[in-house]
């Protein structure tokens, strides 16, 4: 069982499996086996065109529903209140799943009142069909707006961090409201495997660069959702318990926040893009 982070009532799994650009069979495949290897989180979104195969690698590996976290993600130009309720609906649906345990605002959409599009989150868990809401890629001053207009807990903000951006204003205003913090890109794309530093980190602790990187940031409590659509990648990415990094290279792995780190950046600006 992976360790997990407790906020506001929820237990997130410190390490899920990221799912965008995974499809078909191959999606079903590597959620199958990422569940059969000790995965308990799986992220996905109405946008990655993917949840019927996620619910379909779910039963396929054998693992009660109940001791699994999976989270979804209703897309910005379903942000008006019928429109939300009906997109989370059909999340259910291609999942086959009667409620999920987050449901995640998927980027700001400034073209839809937020009181409206919280105040709908808010009812899609109160009707039962998620147990827990959060929302994502919201900036520090939306997370005040967002958490003072909720009637429901909001448990975590799930937005870009690995080594090479800083985020800790973004975490700050995270864990000042006691919500998770869920890291996505953790890996930076893959860009971590061709860091000198993370790969010299990792060689005296006889782990990978992508291990070290994973570990920088559950170390922080930061739960991580790396994405592979490679079996032997799955238990990698995993394995990153049985180590632990001592302060001088935390603060060394630090170091490498560049200006130029962000990898997506992207705002709703009504035009349906990936991601
Ligand atoms: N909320 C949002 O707006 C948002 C935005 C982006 C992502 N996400 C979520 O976060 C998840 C993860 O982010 P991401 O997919 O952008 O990037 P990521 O997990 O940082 O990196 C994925 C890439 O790294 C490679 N990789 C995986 N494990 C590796 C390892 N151990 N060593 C070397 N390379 C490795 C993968 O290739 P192979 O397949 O070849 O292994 C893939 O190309 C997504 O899948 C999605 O669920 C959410």
């Not at 650009?21 to 995965?39: I, N, S």
């Not at 707006?145 to 975590?156: F, G």
């Not at 006691?178 to 006889?206: C, E, F, Q, T, W």
């Not at 170390?219 to 994405?227: A, T």
Request: with cysteine; glycine share 6%; hydrophobic share 45%.
């Amino acid at each position: 069982m992976t360790p997990a982070v407790e906020a506001k009532g929820a237990r997130i799994p410190l390490v899920g499996l990221g799912t965008w650009d995974l499809r078909g069979r191959t999606c079903a495949r590597v959620v199958e086996q990422a569940l059969r290897m000790g995965y308990r989180h799986i992220d996905t979104a109405e946008m990655y065109d993917n949840e019927r195969e996620v619910g379909e690698g779910l039963r396929a590996s054998g693992i009660p529903r109940n001791e699994v976290f999976v989270t979804t993600k209703v897309w910005p130009s379903h942000f008006a209140p019928r429109e939300l309720l009906r997109a989370a609906k059909e999340s259910l649906a291609k999942l086959r799943m009667s409620e999920v345990d987050l449901l995640l605002l998927h980027w700001p959409n400034p073209q839809v009142p937020l009181s409206e599009t919280i105040g709908a989150l808010c009812k899609v868990k109160a009707d039962g069909m998620a147990r827990h809401i959060g929302v994502s890629n919201f900036n520090a001053a939306l997370l005040n707006e967002a958490a003072s207009l909720a009637t429901e807990p909001l448990v975590c903000n799930q937005f870009e961090m690995h080594p090479f951006l800083d985020q800790s204003t973004l975490v700050s205003a995270c864990r000042d409201k006691g919500m998770a913090v869920v890291a996505y890109s953790p890996i930076a794309r893959g860009g971590a495997k061709n860091d000198a530093m993370l790969n010299r980190i990792g060689k005296a602790h006889g782990k990978t660069a992508a291990q070290v990187c994973l570990r920088y940031l559950v170390q922080q409590d930061v739960v991580v959702i790396p994405r592979t659509s490679k079996i032997e990648r799955l238990e990698e990415n995993i394995s990153i318990f049985d180590f632990a990094l001592p302060d001088a290279e935390m603060s060394e792995i630090a170091s490498l926040a560049r200006r130029d780190g962000r990898i997506v950046d992207w705002s709703f600006s009504g035009s349906a893009k990936w991601d």
